[in-house]
């Protein structure tokens, strides 16, 4: 059974930073290409980021490009997002999911996302 768990989500203000990370198991995390998502309230999900298995192809949604780094410790069962400029639209809750195969690595599956982490930026 495939389990997520994401954790690092905060309260931050406008301009800071964030490390979200995700912790995988019930499958072969080292072979699957991963994503994050994120819903803010009252919309429907929105891809972020997404990494190939090995970590050597990343992809990311043109609102997070040169502020969100995705990244990945296999040996860790671990998928990170780091967040950095943050800004109010950014809110959301923050999901990790598989991704697809091949070169659509960095789509979603999106049923099968963790319960998602709260972040919140506010001053």
């Known amino acids: 059974e495939v389990q997520l768990v994401e954790s690092g989500g905060a309260l931050v203000q406008p301009g800071g930073s964030l490390k979200l990370s995700c912790l995988a198991s019930?499958?072969?995390?080292?072979?699957?290409?991963m994503t994050w998502v994120r819903q803010a309230p009252g919309k429907g999900p929105e891809w972020v980021s997404g990494?190939?298995?090995?970590?050597?192809?990343?992809n990311y949604a043109d609102s997070a490009k040169g502020r969100f780094t995705i990244s990945r410790d296999n040996d860790k069962n671990t998928l990170y997002l780091q967040l950095n400029n943050l800004k109010t639209e950014d809110t959301a809750t923050y999901h990790c999911?598989?991704?697809?195969?091949?070169?659509?690595?960095?789509?979603?599956?999106?049923?099968?996302r963790g319960q998602g982490t709260q972040v919140t930026v506010s001053s």
């Open positions: 019930g499958f072969a995390f080292g072979l699957s290409p």
């Open positions: 990494i190939n298995s090995d970590g050597t192809r990343t």
């Open positions: 999911a598989l991704g697809n195969s091949g070169d659509e690595y960095y789509k979603p599956l999106y049923f099968t």
